[in-house]
């Protein structure tokens, strides 16, 4: 066949050419959906329609014997014919008790991998359905089994494809197979999930083999006729595996959900047991760290007055620790003695962690936000007057819109946005955040006298949140006038806690905030403005690119989701750039509120589970994010009109 009748870019434009011209009468030709011929595009928004399905020309599906017998025949043809072994149908493997599913072939060997589903028929498996009898279980053995299944990806070589071990244009490529890497935490995920009836369900890509671009059918044969299976019976059958291993993990996360479900009885918005391990291996290691003769570990402890416990029901044992409790919590001590470091661990404690993590059992309220400064960050709409007023040239802020907010805007906006979405905790670190909003001393006040200072302080509504019921954990070490509005104050020395609420107050008694100005401070909160969503706004007309856990290349923008510090892995980002596709479906005319829709959104991902983001793709590359991190997304996309305040 001639060079240049397949597109080298991944088939865009014509890519599946001539091929598909002559054997299916035409319908191999392109949709300008970016992927070249057929109906199915990946980066299509996920709403209702059917257009979207990921069906072969044939989808014709058989038994393995079949399946091979097909990939035999396939050998040294052009890349495009490995179309003929899409099927939405299954090829059933009855000997080994699975099923195998295979999305859209990719259209070169250059293109995204192909993505492929297994499912483990339960009589084969054979998990005790003790073991995934609830949600919690059930994700937590979907984890453990996800992070078996990559282990022995590595441990066999099966992620390797041909191309990295040398060769040219014309050497062989492709091969590998590739499941979604496992983080620190268990969070609900599409790569390996159990179904109802206890089927394990296997969701991974496999880059089809080819040599230049003709396909290498004997080397797709060795990979689906041995390699799979043999992934398949060491990572996926409960006779392979360690039970006791399984049982443990599994107890293990259910132990920690039980704790933080447990929070609000105890009136606690947070948890962290004795002997945790808190600091990190390093910025890009989310391990614990280890203890070398340089660096010693030092476990967390709690003091006496904050410990409480909890008598965790799988395990069969009390667990003790600091309970933090509802109200406004100072983290305090000099720099590097370990604040930054506890609420780093609180602000991920809404996660469940891989036991042996050093955090699990280091448990947060599910409705805590990470709240900071972002400056440059793109507001919409957002009323921010609560906090700022006043702006210069009259300026409104009761619907505050900015393409460029500096660090006091964007901090009121994160704040305004994470209650508008329901947020009961607030977590700060002053490190992150704009000192003027923060607090004013007294000697800025007396040079610049309120009426020309827009911006009401952090320090000067944060007591009003409490009563509220908003709780607030801050990590404070430069300034002491926060001492007058604390509950309790924690102080870090050396990565060991101490409770320090007496002498805070003792200090704030004698040395009052502001001299006096903020006790005598009685003005109310203000109110939070509910925004509606343009659904039209958040069309990305088919361009969306994830291209890390923080960037995401939605239409003719880039989203930037650096200041999210709550997210956990690039499959939630995944998973929120399918969700924003959905809005212009979820919010058509501009009538429900961002919250509302959202809260649909999360029983739709209740009932349906992930998979009803991907419009019927194998995507094993979804993690659930919250629906604070969703609308946070939501909210940093720069396009025009995207919101109108509900009046």
């Not at 390699?227 to 443990?248: C, F, G, H, M």
């Not at 960050?377 to 007023?389: C, D, K, T, Y």
């Not at 955040?433 to 006040?445: G, P």
Request: proline share 5%; net charge neutral.
């Amino acid at each position: 066949m001639r060079r240049g009748t397949y597109n080298h870019r991944g088939g865009r434009g014509g890519g599946r050419g001539d091929y598909y011209k002559n054997k299916y009468g035409g319908r191999g030709g392109g949709n300008n959906s970016g992927r070249g011929g057929g109906p199915y595009s990946p980066t299509t928004s996920t709403g209702s329609s059917n257009q979207n399905q990921p069906q072969s020309p044939l989808d014709q599906g058989g038994n393995h014997k079949d399946f091979i017998e097909l990939l035999r025949r396939l050998d040294q043809k052009q890349y495009p014919a490995y179309r003929d072994v899409e099927t939405t149908k299954g090829w059933v493997n009855d000997m080994e008790g699975y099923s195998l599913y295979i999305g859209r072939a990719q259209s070169d060997p250059y293109a995204k991998p192909t993505q492929c589903r297994i499912v483990v028929a339960n009589e084969t498996a054979k998990f005790p359905p003790v073991s995934y009898q609830n949600k919690v279980r059930s994700v937590a053995l979907g984890d453990y089994l996800n992070r078996v299944f990559w282990g022995c990806c590595k441990g066999m070589g099966a992620d390797v494809a041909d191309d990295v071990r040398g060769g040219g244009w014309g050497a062989a490529k492709g091969g590998d197979i590739e499941i979604a890497k496992p983080t620190q935490h268990v969070i609900e995920q599409s790569a390996v999930r159990i179904l109802q009836n206890g089927d394990i369900c296997a969701q991974f890509t496999i880059n089809l083999p080819a040599r230049g671009r003709s396909i290498l059918g004997h080397k797709a044969v060795q990979i689906f006729d041995q390699t799979l299976p043999q992934l398949i019976k060491k990572a996926l059958l409960y006779e392979s595996l360690d039970s006791n291993a399984v049982t443990r993990h599994v107890l293990n996360v259910e132990d920690q959900e039980w704790i933080r479900a447990n929070l609000e009885m105890r009136g606690l918005v947070a948890f962290v047991p004795d002997g945790a391990i808190l600091p990190r291996a390093s910025g890009a290691d989310d391990g614990p760290m280890e203890e070398t003769e340089e660096e010693k570990v030092v476990r967390f402890h709690s003091p006496d007055t904050l410990r409480i416990s909890f008598d965790l029901p799988n395990m069969g044992k009390a667990i003790a620790g600091i309970g933090i409790r509802k109200g406004i919590t100072l983290i305090v001590g000099g720099g590097f003695h370990g604040k930054s470091t506890l609420l780093a661990a609180l602000q991920v404690g809404m996660y469940n962690k891989l036991p042996g993590d050093g955090r699990e059992f280091c448990v947060c309220s599910p409705n805590a936000v990470k709240i900071r400064a972002e400056d440059g960050r793109s507001v919409s709409q957002v009323n921010i007057s609560p906090f700022i007023n006043n702006l210069p040239f009259g300026k409104g802020t009761e619907c505050f819109s900015s393409r460029d907010s500096s660090g006091s805007t964007s901090q009121a906006t994160n704040i305004m946005e994470a209650l508008e979405m329901g947020a009961k905790t607030l977590l700060i670190d002053e490190d992150t955040c704009a000192s003027n909003f923060m607090t004013r001393d007294d000697k800025m006040m007396t040079l610049v006298q309120p009426e020309k200072e827009p911006i009401t302080p952090f320090l000067y509504k944060a007591k009003t949140l409490s009563k509220q019921g908003i709780s607030i954990i801050l990590v404070v070490g430069s300034c002491g006038d926060f001492f007058d509005i604390g509950d309790t104050t924690i102080l870090m020395d050396s990565y060991s806690c101490h409770d320090v609420t007496a002498r805070a107050k003792q200090i704030a008694t004698a040395n009052a905030a502001n001299s006096g100005a903020l006790a005598k401070f009685k003005a109310p909160f203000g109110s939070v403005t509910p925004r509606c969503p343009v659904g039209e706004a958040f069309k990305p007309n088919n361009k969306v690119s994830v291209r890390s856990k923080t960037v995401v290349a939605y239409g003719d923008v880039e989203l930037d989701l650096a200041g999210l510090e709550q997210l956990v892995s690039r499959e939630q980002t995944n998973a929120i750039a399918l969700a924003l596709q959905r809005l212009a479906a979820l919010a058509p005319g501009s009538q429900a509120t961002i919250f509302q829709i959202l809260t649909h959104l999360n029983e739709i991902l209740d009932r349906e589970g992930l998979d009803a983001l991907t419009n019927g793709q194998f995507d094993g590359s979804l993690a659930r994010p919250r629906v604070f991190e969703i609308a946070a997304a939501i909210n940093r996309l720069r396009v025009d009109g995207s919101f109108v305040q509900l009046r």
